[in-house]
């Protein structure tokens, strides 16, 4: 027996010191313990600093490096930092996978499904199907300009008839996402839909459960079973079980009306093509089709909804620039005129006033994750194959040797002496290369037009009686501001 502890123990100590032990060449960073790696670590100077992106940026300038090396758990996690290296991630083939890990299979439903969390041939496919059948449905056209339209007249009336005060994020995101339904399914959800308000609610509370590395319950699955609702399980559980309801009441209803030929949305043209492959093909399965609406739900509104939430809240709190913005929509377009996004090289100003809300508050602070495909090499350190690594835009967005007091914000950095709009390749908030967001020219035209349309005819201000306003913000997989009530008074003269 005292043979068997000594043996045991000599096991424990060996396997502790291969835990804690560095890969050769891996990037600098602290010292992770066995086990938990370097999470607590982060998790408290997340806490602490205000977010995750925050904490890598810290630990960054701590070991001096532009390539961080953590372990969280049993896994290798990389942090980039500076635009050549992110540059370098964004397009270069060996960095194009996505992790295999609990919590993105959990995302997914139990599988890789989809496109956002998947990589390799199948997510070529999916991607390639969905890219080519959007635009066929007028994705980047005037098709997609007019739904969106449509959904701006709504907000107006809204705003126009009710008034009052607005949690601005609860009162766009239906809009914002509505044009996302129409050209998935052909027809639009009422704002007052009780299911939609629920989803909402668990979207935004699912962004705050987690950061990029899917917190905890990635590293110990375990904790389900003794803590699923403290582990955020229960919240993932629930955003599953809803969202596959919400969509496959939708998609039993195509199958049903479905014939040959019938392609006015999304899910008939996916219909069309499981059935041309007898369902043969597993790259196109009904389980397929709700993990695409999913992504493209989760990814298209969020973000975009997100931003005009931070753009009216910067417009109260920097009542000039939200005047300029007036001004110059006030000189360039007639009173009653139809504004088209192709239009928008007339606004310079207002163009450079939404980059700017997109540099200073950009939404995703810290983007990925991506799998390491082979062993590679960043920077000179040695990226071991299947590493998780993460891209801090925020660090890009944010860097003092490149733009000029970063943190002030200040439209006339992409404004040339002539008033001319510059564009500058350091502003990622769509991202690089393959994976560059799929939804970016609807993002683009979302914020633009909503933005120019509500600010053309009314002025935002803080509602009376509420909090003093902050540029602090709600950290999370997704970054808000903190709540606040806006209060949209009339312009009399363009209403």
Not at 182 to 196: C, K, P, V
Not at 246 to 275: P, V
Not at 298 to 307: C, E, M
Not at 476 to 487: D, F, K, N
Request: proline share 5%; net charge neutral; charged share 25%.
């Amino acid at each position: 027996m005292f043979f068997l502890i000594i043996f045991v123990f000599i096991l424990l100590v060996l396997y502790v010191i291969k835990e804690m032990k560095r890969p050769q060449n891996f990037p600098p960073g602290p010292m992770w313990l066995p086990f938990i790696g370097n999470l607590h670590e982060l998790k408290k100077l997340s806490k602490f600093l205000g977010g995750q992106h925050h904490a890598l940026q810290e630990l960054a300038h701590k070991y001096n490096t532009n390539v961080l090396g953590l372990k969280l758990g049993s896994e290798y996690i990389v942090t980039v930092f500076t635009y050549p290296l992110i540059r370098e991630v964004l397009t270069s083939e060996e960095y194009q996978g996505r992790p295999d890990n609990f919590f993105l299979r959990l995302r997914c439903m139990g599988k890789r499904n989809g496109i956002t969390c998947t990589d390799g041939e199948m997510w070529s496919n999916q991607r390639n199907f969905v890219n080519r059948h959007l635009r066929n449905l007028g994705f980047g056209k005037k098709q997609m300009e007019e739904m969106i339209r449509e959904e701006v007249v709504e907000v107006l009336n809204i705003l126009y008839t009710d008034g009052g005060d607005i949690n601005v994020d609860k009162f766009l995101a239906p809009s914002v996402l509505n044009v996302i339904w129409a050209l998935i399914t052909g027809e639009r959800i009422s704002r007052d839909d009780s299911q939609l308000k629920e989803l909402l609610d668990l979207f935004n509370r699912r962004s705050k459960a987690f950061d990029m590395t899917g917190g905890t319950l990635s590293l110990y699955p375990w904790l389900r079973y003794i803590l699923p609702e403290w582990s955020g399980y229960n919240l993932i559980q629930r955003v599953n079980a809803n969202m596959k309801n919400f969509f496959m009441k939708t998609i039993y209803e195509h199958q049903q009306s479905w014939k040959e030929g019938k392609n006015d949305d999304l899910i008939y043209r996916y219909i069309s093509e499981m059935r041309a492959n007898n369902n043969d093909d597993e790259d196109f399965i009904e389980e397929q089709l709700v993990m695409i609406c999913l992504d493209l739900f989760i990814g298209g509104a969020q973000t975009t909804s997100g931003t005009l939430n931070f753009a009216f809240l910067l417009m109260i709190m920097y009542p000039d620039i939200q005047k300029k913005v007036q001004n110059e929509i006030d000189e360039n377009f007639e009173k009653g005129s139809i504004i088209d996004y192709s239009e928008r090289h007339k606004v310079p100003y207002v163009e450079a006033v939404l980059m700017e809300i997109m540099r200073f508050r950009h939404v995703i602070p810290v983007s990925g994750p991506r799998r390491v495909m082979q062993e590679t090499t960043l920077d000179g350190y040695t990226i071991p194959k299947d590493t998780t690594v993460l891209i801090s835009l925020y660090s890009v967005h944010n860097s003092p040797e490149y733009w000029n007091n970063p943190e002030i914000f200040e439209p006339e950095r992409f404004l040339d002496e002539k008033g001319c709009l510059i564009t500058n390749e350091r502003l990622l908030p769509f991202g690089l290369g393959k994976r560059r967001c799929l939804a970016e020219v609807l993002a683009k035209t979302c914020i633009f037009m909503f933005f120019v349309e509500i600010l053309r005819k009314y002025t935002v201000c803080l509602a009376p009686g509420s909090e003093p306003l902050t540029e602090k913000y709600i950290p999370g997989i997704i970054l808000s501001p903190t709540r606040y009530q806006a209060r949209f008074v009339a312009r009399t003269t363009n209403i």
